[in-house]
């Protein structure tokens, strides 16, 4: 059974540009959680979606965004960015959805900008 | 609103030596519990996870950990810790999405 797959694994950009991020769960899994992971800030919530809808979201700026698609394949893209985005972005896949804690983790996608 | 906290950022221990990462809860209701693991450079991996039931679980890669409701603790432990043990580990808990922990460094000496 293949695993989460997150494209790219690395980009650069520079402040001002636009990123999408690519995540494809595990087969038969609805829901995609994303996750934002900086040395400073650790583990931080973005948005859930489940079955092509946002369950849930965290305290980001509306410059994040996502969205699914029927196959579950989701992408997140991150607009104006910012010297501070610069981080790993962790995309997860669940059966259940996040709140049932059991997720399966990509390698993340690492976002630096200059 | 739901929170973690895991009071240790660095932790050293030598091969073969029993491991305790601490952490602890924020939440009303009964909690769910999780750790993860973090190897370097890869995403996060489940070790174990309490919902309900018995209060010590056991884990993948010989991790147990119990939760203690009077304590608000879900402490992560290993008899005899390994090289390969050698990541960051977070502590979760849901059911609000998923809360993670600021994480735990820990260093294996041989």
């Known amino acids: 059974k293949a695993g989460v797959t997150q494209t790219p694994r690395y980009l650069i950009k520079t402040r001002g540009q636009q990123v999408t991020l690519s995540c494809s769960p595990i087969?038969?899994?609805?829901?995609v959680s994303w996750y934002q992971q900086t040395p400073g800030q650790g583990l931080q919530f973005l948005f859930e979606y489940f079955s092509e809808t946002q369950r849930n979201k965290g305290n980001f700026p509306g410059r994040f965004s996502g969205r699914q698609f029927s196959n579950s394949r989701s992408e997140m893209n991150v607009s104006t960015l910012e010297l501070g985005d610069s981080a790993l972005y962790l995309c997860?896949?669940?059966?259940?959805?996040?709140?049932?804690?059991?997720?399966?983790f990509g390698e993340g996608s690492r976002l630096t900008v200059l | 609103a739901q929170s973690v906290t895991q009071p240790d950022i660095h932790i050293t221990v030598s091969e073969g030596a029993s491991l305790e990462l601490r952490c602890n809860y924020s939440?009303?209701?009964?909690?769910?519990l999780f750790w993860y693991v973090q190897s370097p450079g890869q995403g996060l991996q489940l070790l174990l996870k309490y919902f309900s039931g018995d209060t010590l679980v056991q884990g993948i890669k010989g991790f147990e950990a119990e939760f203690k409701r009077s304590q608000s603790s879900f402490n992560l432990r290993k008899p005899s810790v390994h090289w390969s043990d050698a990541a960051e580990y977070f502590c979760a808990v849901a059911p609000q999405a998923l809360t993670f922990g600021s994480g735990t460094r820990l260093q294996v000496q041989p």
């Open positions: 087969s038969g899994h609805r829901s």
């Open positions: 939440y009303g209701a009964t909690p769910y």
């Open positions: 997860a896949s669940s059966s259940g959805g996040a709140g049932t804690g059991e997720l399966f």
